[in-house]
Structure formats: structure tokens, C-alpha cells
């Protein structure tokens, strides 16, 4: 499928990847069903929560093997 960026949005991350629910969890953004994962890209939602999405984006590929 590909690798994930930052600039993916966060449902469309969830559905391609669900096991990434986990590596959102682990930086405390497990309201993954809240209004703003519908519209706010991966980079946005590590913002706000106050984490890097560099890293977030490390995590997830290196979970889904990209």
C-alpha cells in the first residue's frame, strides 16, 4: 500500500492500517472516533497533542513494515 507521512489524514491511517490504533493510543490519541481525527492529518494531530509527527510517522512504518 505505502508508507504513511504526515500529511495522511488520521481515519484514513486507522482504516488502512488498524493495527496502528496502537501507536495512536501510545501518544495519548486514542479518541480516535472524535470529530477532529475526521479531518486533522497525522502531522496536525501530534501537534496538538504535543508530539513529534516524525516520530509517529518512524512508529508507524516501522509497525507496518514500511
Keep these: ?6 500529511d ?3 481515519l484514513d ?3 488502512q ?4 490504533v496502537q501507536i495512536f493510543q501510545k501518544y495519548g490519541m486514542g479518541c480516535l ?4 481525527a475526521r479531518f486533522e492529518n497525522l ?4 501537534k496538538v ?8 510517522v518512524n512508529d508507524i ?3 507496518i513494515g514500511e
Design 1 to 6: 500500500m505505502g508508507k504513511v507521512t504526515k
Design 61 to 63: 512504518n516501522a509497525l
Design 17 to 20: 492500517y488498524p493495527e496502528t
Design 13 to 15: 491511517i486507522v482504516q
Design 49 to 56: 497533542h504535543g508530539f513529534n509527527p516524525d516520530d509517529m
Design 8 to 10: 495522511m489524514g488520521i
Design 43 to 46: 502531522e496536525a494531530g501530534a
Design 33 to 36: 472516533g472524535c470529530a477532529a
